[in-house]
C-alpha cells in the first residue's frame, strides 16, 4: 500500500527568521513530512541578499514568485523575476540579491530531506 500523504497546515510551517528576510519550512526530514526532499519560501527584503553558500548534498531549485532577485551561482549572475525558476547543483556556491523595490519570495526546494549548508 502507497504511504499517505503528509500534509502541513500553515500554522506547522517552521520560520527561521535572518538579517536579509527569513525563510519558511513546509516540508523536510525534520519536519517529519518527507524522507526525500526540503521545500521552503525564501523572503528577501529590498536591497538585502542572504549570504553565499553551498549545499554538499543536494541539488536546489529556485522559482521566483514575486519581486526581482540577481542571482549568483559560481561565476554566472543572472536576473531573475516571477516565474523564472533556477536548478542549482550540489556544490555550486550561490546567492540571492533583491534588486527590486519589492519584498522578493521564491520557493526552494531541495533533492534531500537533510538539507546541509556550508557558508563561503
Known amino acids: 500500500m502507497a504511504e ?8 506547522a510551517v517552521q520560520v527561521e527568521d535572518q538579517t536579509w528576510g527569513r ?4 516540508v523536510s526530514g525534520a519536519l517529519g513530512n518527507s524522507d526525500t526532499m526540503t521545500v521552503g519560501r525564501c523572503y528577501i527584503r529590498p536591497g538585502e541578499q542572504n549570504p553565499r553558500h553551498y549545499h554538499p ?3 536546489e531549485v529556485l522559482h521566483v514568485l514575486q519581486g526581482t532577485i540577481e542571482h549568483t551561482v559560481d561565476d554566472d549572475k543572472v536576473t531573475m523575476g516571477p516565474g523564472d525558476t ?3 547543483p550540489a556544490g555550486a556556491l550561490h546567492n540571492a540579491r533583491n534588486v527590486g523595490t519589492d519584498e522578493a519570495i521564491f520557493v526552494i526546494s531541495f ?3 537533510d538539507r546541509q549548508t556550508v557558508g563561503e
Not at 4 to 11: C, G, I, L, N, V
Not at 23 to 26: G, I, K, P, T
Open 111 to 113: 533533492s534531500a530531506p
Open 57 to 59: 548534498n543536494c541539488d
Open 86 to 88: 533556477i536548478s542549482i
Open 4 to 11: 499517505k500523504s503528509r500534509m502541513t497546515p500553515a500554522a
Open 23 to 26: 525563510l519558511e519550512w513546509m
